[in-house]
């Protein structure tokens, strides 16, 4: 599953964010609008579709908890993790604690991930993401660079 789009939010003062209805398309309608939401990379908030998020879960069950590396991401990984449902406004409420986390109090950004949605505080967000294209080109460089990417022979 992958999302399309870039939206400006705003969370409710009960912390609920409608999700836009272009988003909602794109969802597997067998998920029932339920998802996974927990602490992401660089303070943002990763929402898993329920379907993903059990994708993830398992290969996070297969890791080796006599390991002290694995165990500790185990434990952070999985801490605050929780379940949100759709209501029937199309609204998420969105846990205090994970808000905090991200710094998330009003005006917000929802964007996709690989396969997640990230919701990031409008202002860390454009911080993130404070490139110019000089800087892209090189980021595609290091991060594409020894890839050649045949259109015509993708398989899908």
């Not at 029932?32 to 898993?48: A, D, H, S, T």
């Not at 998020?53 to 500790?72: I, S, Y």
């Not at 993130?128 to 290091?142: R, V």
Request: hydrophobic letters at 40%; charged letters at 35%.
């Amino acid at each position: 599953m992958s999302f399309l789009g870039e939206y400006e939010i705003k969370l409710d003062a009960k912390g609920r964010m409608r999700l836009p209805g272009v988003l909602k398309q794109q969802l597997n309608p067998e998920g029932k609008g339920r998802f996974v939401v927990n602490r992401g990379f660089e303070e943002c908030l990763e929402i898993y579709p329920i379907d993903i998020w059990e994708k993830v879960r398992k290969k996070v069950e297969r890791l080796n908890q006599f390991k002290k590396k694995e165990r500790a991401f185990i434990r952070y990984f999985l801490r605050g993790a929780t379940e949100i449902v759709l209501d029937g406004a199309d609204r998420l409420n969105l846990p205090q604690h994970l808000l905090d986390y991200a710094g998330i109090k009003g005006d917000a950004i929802i964007t996709p991930g690989k396969n997640t949605l990230e919701l990031w505080d409008k202002t860390k967000y454009e911080k993130e993401l404070a490139m110019d294209s000089d800087s892209f080109a090189d980021l595609a460089e290091d991060v594409l660079g020894d890839i050649d990417i045949d259109i015509e022979n993708i398989k899908e």
